[in-house]
């Protein structure tokens, strides 16, 4: 590029494009590791709940499944500071 003298319009052009494509893969990568934390929390709920034969009802389930999720969320937004 330095030695054809490549234009900058076409470079910068460039370079915002594949910053908005890594951009949006990022985004997609971020709700499939949601998606993936939300299963974990609610395989262990459930696994535990099995385990200790609490014969919680799925409601309660639930709710400690949004809690642990929650709680999970807010330490990796933590670890990010």
């Known amino acids: 590029a330095l030695v054809h003298g490549a234009g900058n319009e076409i470079d910068t052009r460039e370079i915002v494009t594949e910053l908005a494509s890594v951009s ?3 985004a997609d990568v971020e709700r499939m590791l949601d998606r993936a934390l939300f299963t974990a929390c609610a395989s262990y709920c459930y696994a535990r709940s099995a385990a200790l034969a609490t014969r ?3 409601q309660v389930i639930t709710a400690e499944i949004n ?3 929650d709680r999970q969320r ?3 937004q ?3 500071k």
Request: glycine share 6%; hydrophobic share 25%; no cysteine.
């Open 78 to 80: 933590e670890g990010r």
């Open 56 to 58: 919680k009802s799925d």
């Open 67 to 69: 809690a642990a999720y």
């Open 74 to 76: 807010r330490l990796s």
């Open 24 to 26: 949006t893969r990022m």
